[in-house]
């Protein structure tokens, strides 16, 4: 597949690799590179899967832009990302790593995060822009943030600005490690990093599910969500054949208007606010249909919301837990970081489950990171075992 140049040039140090040949060469001159930079670009705003349209490589000096429309096989570039000898910077890795675990199988080692490395520097703003703007004064264009990255040809302008996001992360990356080793926490962000190589993709909640969480659900009527969730599957079934997003299919607010008032005629379907031209000209029947459904539904079968389990009241891990996070608060001051990032709520939540009454039974707890034990584990364990 020939992928249509943009319709200008690219920076000097910036090479667009959209053929198996542009490829083979740029991972080549990659050989002896210690250190990469990388991003993807994906549509998700515009399409109903998640999938990689550009990648982004930077080294110290030179910027590439990899199309896998025209380079199919990323097998090398894959292995290239996985060998241990060589580490790859990202800003905010996960979504990056589940992407790259759903379409290719790809699995990186020797991770630096970037956004990871500003939590634990208490950065104000840990986004790559005021990251950039910040340390290195670099403006960063937001013009295309929310780009159809799938269309073809794309505009030089949108390949310029993909490449911002890596060009400078390197740069950036080396200003954060010697402040992290000057305070001490670049073994604490090591052992975040590495937790990064076992991210994977998973599906997560069920998409056919997600009507029960829609804004406002709560308040129908068992008729009313049976209408809401045949609105909500026949929506998703148009994004999947589409492959578009399911929001521009039709936004939440007139399926919940519909479901609260359903409408029986093309007439009435028309009248619903936020209902467009399109819907009522190609799809009016479709609607009509799913609305049917869920009026006709016998009363037995009507969904309704489940009842959450009441939890029995627990005064003595109650007040573990308030013992634990008044103690971890107090060592945020102390380290000047966000509670959240120096023990989040639910690490706290595992601790005052387990009960633990020394420090080597909490370092066996798998919610917890061992640069926490080191640094701040016989406080936990006394908040733990503390009377109140």
């Known amino acids: 597949m020939t992928v249509p140049r943009p319709s200008a040039e690219l920076p000097g140090d910036t090479r667009l690799v959209e053929r198996p ?3 083979r060469d740029f991972l080549g001159s990659l050989a002896a590179e210690p250190i990469l930079a990388v991003d993807t670009e994906a549509a998700s705003f515009h399409r109903y899967q ?75 703003g840990i986004g790559l822009a005021a990251l950039l703007e910040k340390h290195l004064g670099v403006t960063a264009d937001k013009k295309y943030q929310r780009a159809d990255w799938s269309v073809r040809p794309l505009k030089a302008e949108m390949l310029a600005y993909a ?9 950036l990356r080396d200003l954060m490690e010697d402040r992290l080793a000057g305070l001490g926490r670049r073994e604490w962000v090591a052992e975040e990093f590495a937790s990064l190589e076992e991210v994977r993709y998973t599906a997560g909640d069920d998409r056919n599910e997600a009507w029960l969480r829609m804004k406002g659900a709560r308040q129908l009527r068992p ?9 909500h599957a026949w929506r998703e079934q148009a994004a999947r054949q589409l492959d578009r997003a399911a929001f521009r299919i039709m936004n939440n607010e007139p399926i919940l208007a519909m479901a609260e008032q359903p409408p029986r005629t093309v007439e009435e379907l028309a009248a619903v606010k936020g209902i467009g ?20 539904l016998p009363e037995a079968e009507l969904p309704r919301f489940p009842r959450p389990a009441r939890q029995q009241p627990d005064p003595v891990y109650e007040a573990r837990l308030e013992r634990l996070k008044a103690t971890r608060n107090a060592i945020a001051i102390r380290l000047d970081l966000a509670p959240g990032v120096l023990c989040p709520n639910g690490t706290l939540e595992a601790i005052a489950r ?5 420090v080597e039974a909490l370092s066996r707890l798998p919610e917890v990171r061992q640069w926490q034990v080191r640094e701040f584990g016989e406080e936990l364990v006394e908040a733990v075992g503390r009377e109140t």
Request: zero cysteines; charged letters at 25%.
């Open 50 to 124: 998640d999938r990689i349209y550009l990648i982004q490589v930077s080294t110290r000096s030179l910027t590439a832009i990899i199309d896998p429309l025209g380079v199919r096989d990323l097998t090398a570039f894959g292995a290239l990302l996985a060998d241990p000898e060589r580490e790859v910077v990202f800003h905010d890795a996960d979504y990056d790593l589940r992407l790259f675990d759903l379409q290719y199988r790809f699995r990186p080692n020797r991770i630096f995060d970037t956004r990871i490395a500003a939590q634990f520097l208490n950065e104000p």
């Open 21 to 23: 040949a542009q490829l």
């Open 163 to 171: 490449a911002m996001d890596t060009r400078y992360l390197i740069q």
């Open 223 to 231: 008729r009313g969500l049976a209408v809401l969730r045949e609105l």
């Open 354 to 358: 387990a009960a633990p009454s020394t």
């Open 277 to 296: 031209r399109e819907i009522v000209e190609r799809r009016a029947g479709e609607v009509l249909a799913a609305v049917a459904r869920g009026l006709a």
